[in-house]
């Protein structure tokens, strides 16, 4: 059984950085599109952003240029490198395959209030 693991959230002010980070520890980690997404109270699970093997990112469009994602396929982890944090980030981040096939881990908290 894989076990996603999570990290890196927290209770931050309008305007904040934080940085995730999680773990996917699957064997074919180098060859799968990699993806953050996000549970909004109130809303569906959303994609956050994604990453390929090669390194191409792509965005939701609520992020406007604020986060960059990022991958260590020798470590077999992903970045979420988040700036200009906004109440309406606020919610449950996770990170799976973009095609979430792993099980999903428990997501790291992020609360962005003032």
């Known amino acids: 059984q894989v076990h996603v693991v999570e990290s890196g959230g927290g209770f931050v002010q309008p305007g904040a950085s934080l940085s995730l980070s999680c773990k996917i520890p699957i064997t074919d980690f180098d060859l799968t599109r990699m993806a953050w997404f996000r549970q909004i109270p109130g809303k569906q699970r959303e994609l956050v952003a994604t990453?390929?093997?090669?390194?191409?990112?792509t965005y939701g469009t609520f992020v406007e240029d604020r986060f960059d994602i990022f991958r260590d396929n020798n470590k077999k982890t992903l970045t979420l490198r988040m700036n200009t944090l906004r109440a309406e980030d606020t919610g449950l981040y996770f990170c799976?395959?973009?095609?979430?096939?792993?099980?999903w881990g428990q997501g790291t908290q992020v609360t962005v209030s003032s």
């Open positions: 799976n395959t973009v095609d979430a096939n792993v099980p």
């Open positions: 990453i390929a093997t090669g390194g191409q990112t």
